[in-house]
């Protein structure tokens, strides 16, 4: 039985980034500090901690945002779950909690990076959860210690949840959701982590194709509405902007 809490206490939050470090391998230049999980506690942000019994096994690390106009946002900056606990619905558990906190709070859009050849977050992000992406970001946190990055530059994704939205509601609790016409696609393959470590020059020859793609389209006006992923690869599907929110 995981249960989702939020985080307040310090030591709590020094687990968070004790765990954060075994998650992603970073040496302390990269590592989120203890002292930025104690602000986001104090300026509206959301310090959410996933535990099996007196284990934390995930986290989320939620800080508030305003875009232009003043329209209140919370830019998910970093979420974890332990290998151990990986595939067993934590990071959903965790994210359906930041939703229900955000729209509790009057907040109706929750934004986050993610890395665009990682085709399992990706069909995570966009299929299970209801999230758009319109914006990718060339390099966005430079070239990291992260063993999960192996030295290749951060491209980005931007993840648009509205979770105001009743589309995102159907997608939630099992329905489905009626998708726009498709006009492109972008394909990333599936073994593109293995890649990474024993090809890196083909790794970054893809990362560079895929980059460009996506620029391309966002110029475009195109969005990403959905994901479709096989043994061999992972596909972005992509519509013309703007199309209905109802959010």
């Given at each position: 039985?995981?249960e ?52 934390m ?7 508030p ?5 003043g ?16 595939n067993?619905?934590?990071g959903?558990?965790?994210?359906l ?19 665009p ?23 966005q ?12 530059p ?11 939205d ?10 489905g ?10 394909e ?18 893809i990362?560079?194709?895929v980059?460009e ?5 966002f110029?475009n ?6 994901f479709?992923r ?18």
């Amino acid at each position: 039985m995981i249960e989702i809490h939020e985080l307040t206490e310090l030591p709590d939050l020094a687990e968070a980034v004790r765990l954060q470090k075994e998650i992603w391998g970073f040496q302390d230049i990269d590592l989120l500090p203890l002292r930025l999980f104690v602000v986001a506690t104090k300026i509206g942000g959301q310090v959410l901690g996933a535990y099996d019994g007196n284990r934390m096994v995930g986290f989320c690390l939620g800080i508030p945002g305003v875009k232009p106009g003043g329209m209140a946002y919370m830019h998910s900056h970093m979420m974890g779950v332990d290998a151990e606990y990986r595939n067993r619905g934590v990071g959903r558990l965790l994210k359906l909690q930041q939703r229900v906190d955000c729209l509790q709070r009057g907040i109706q859009l929750i934004e986050w990076t993610f890395d665009p050849l990682e085709v399992k977050n990706a069909f995570f992000n966009i299929e299970r959860l209801g999230a758009y992406v319109r914006r990718y970001v060339l390099n966005q946190y430079g070239v990291t210690t992260s063993e999960l990055n192996a030295g290749m530059p951060t491209d980005r994704c931007v993840a648009e949840w509205h979770i105001a939205d009743p589309r995102v509601a159907l997608i939630l609790d099992g329905s489905g959701a009626p998708r726009p016409e498709i006009v492109a696609r972008i394909e990333v393959p599936a073994n593109i982590g293995t890649l990474r470590r024993t090809d890196q020059p083909k790794a970054r020859e893809i990362q560079k194709r895929v980059s460009e793609q996506f620029l391309k389209c966002f110029r475009n006006d195109l969005a990403v509405v959905g994901f479709e992923r096989s043994e061999e690869s992972g596909t972005y599907l992509l519509a013309k902007w703007p199309f209905e929110l109802n959010a």
